[in-house]
């Protein structure tokens, strides 16, 4: 734009001939451009929908690499009018891949689903996508042959789940799926594979996510018996990553409230009195379950570095326990902030934390996009972003910067002579200080 500017000041100078083939030359020159803009912008409006004919083709790689491409589109950009028009396309093009693709392609299907849903925003978009997808996301669960898969169908799960769920039950149904992955429900002579590090982290982390939606009191209590003990075992595995997703979650719980439900010793009966004595020994029961998970936690707050652990892995260890060890003894939630676009976003309850860290997780690179321009998120964490300008008022020509920022432009020179003039005035000053013998 500024040469262009400078172009026209120049030819302004020049005789007529001069001006007629230099305003020839120059609008030939703007033509193409503006022709090669007119092309970029037709390339970034046509791009999906190459990805999305290429999703129909034979050969799964050819998939694959469309598959990326949405995602990295996706995360570049807010796709609202692409998701108004070809939501359902897309959708049914990506359970497809989940039905049948490879491990890689129902993984990045998978994440596809989700940026769907996240772009959608709540409503009815987002429901149908929940509810087309959930029968698809658990048979392929059943099959656990991938770590990668599975974490992708899980957070995939997690993500449509906690857009398009409008009730509780929905929500539920969702997190029993997730539970079934670690702790599935077998016949007698039945055996199964233990579950991996990664698998478990990305279990406890998507199913604590859906938690934080949900108010205690409407948790079905047949559903969620024992968890706290298997969370609290869970806090003496060797991987940290397991250690910690299991620490923030009992913190969760706790928050929550309404142990009793989480506690496994609920119990109902007709009789009054073997009730208030049900009542008395789940309360003993969930003091003895406190008591132990304070215990663990501390440890942790405070564990030594072993052979072979990595610094950073501990410290961040240390640091979550801390956290969860304030808030068990004293009440007090961590306080954390993220900057966005030159504004903080705070969170200061073990919700928010979980749902920022997972929404960072899962977004990656897009994170920050989402944060400043989807309106959903900015719903979900209380956030206005700042509305900036464009990038073209911000844009300084190279006629600009040497006219500004060049170490020969004339504002750089007019403030070199400013200087001089004040050394010298002031070197006159001390001259004459001097020869009346005072000093300084």
Request: hydrophobic share 35%.
């Amino acid at each position: 734009m500024g040469r262009r500017s400078s172009q026209r000041r120049n030819a302004a100078m020049l005789d007529s001939d001069d001006t007629d083939s230099l305003s020839s030359s120059s609008t030939t020159r703007s033509d193409m451009m503006l022709s090669g803009l007119e092309e970029v912008q037709f390339d970034k409006e046509t791009v999906l929908d190459q990805c999305v004919d290429a999703l129909y083709e034979k050969r799964g790689s050819t998939r694959e690499k469309a598959l990326t491409s949405i995602i990295e589109a996706f995360n570049s950009n807010i796709q609202h009018e692409f998701v108004e028009k070809k939501f359902a396309t897309l959708l049914q093009l990506c359970l497809s891949s989940i039905r049948r693709g490879s491990s890689k392609e129902i993984a990045l299907a998978s994440h596809v689903i989700g940026l769907l849903a996240l772009t959608a925003g709540p409503g009815d978009k987002a429901h149908e996508i929940l509810e087309e997808s959930v029968k698809p996301i658990s048979v392929a669960l059943k099959s656990r042959s991938d770590n990668s898969k599975i974490s992708s169908l899980l957070e995939c799960l997690a993500i449509i789940t906690f857009v398009g769920g409008k009730e509780p039950e929905e929500t539920e149904e969702s997190m029993q799926l997730m539970w079934q992955v670690i702790n599935p429900k077998l016949g007698p002579n039945v055996a199964t594979a233990k579950p991996s590090p990664v698998m478990i982290t990305a279990v406890v982390s998507s199913w604590s996510f859906l938690l934080t939606t949900m108010d205690g009191w409407t948790l079905n209590p047949k559903s969620w018996q024992g968890s706290i003990s298997y969370f609290s075992n869970l806090l003496d595995k060797e991987d940290r990553s397991v250690r910690i997703a299991a620490g923030e979650t009992l913190a969760l719980v706790f928050e929550v409230g309404s142990l009793e439900k989480f506690s496994g010793e609920s119990k109902e009966s007709s009789d009054s009195s073997a009730d208030e004595t049900n009542k008395s020994r789940e309360l003993l029961h969930i003091q003895g379950l406190r008591a132990k998970v304070l215990n663990q936690v501390r440890t942790l707050s405070a564990e030594a570095g072993g052979k072979g652990s990595a610094k950073k892995d501990l410290n961040n260890q240390r640091n979550t326990f801390r956290d969860i060890l304030e808030f068990l003894e004293d009440g007090y939630s961590p306080e954390t902030s993220v900057k966005i676009g030159g504004l903080l976003l705070s969170t200061s309850t073990w919700a928010h934390l979980i749902q920022l860290n997972f929404l960072k997780h899962f977004l990656g690179g897009g994170f920050v996009k989402h944060m400043q321009e989807n309106e959903f998120l900015h719903d979900v964490f209380g956030f206005t972003p700042k509305k900036n300008l464009p990038a073209s008022q911000h844009r300084v020509s190279g006629t600009d910067k040497r006219k500004y920022k060049s170490p020969n432009s004339i504002l750089n020179k007019a403030r070199t002579q400013f200087l001089n003039k004040q050394r010298m005035l002031s070197q006159d000053k001390n001259v004459g200080y001097y020869e009346g013998g005072d000093e300084f």
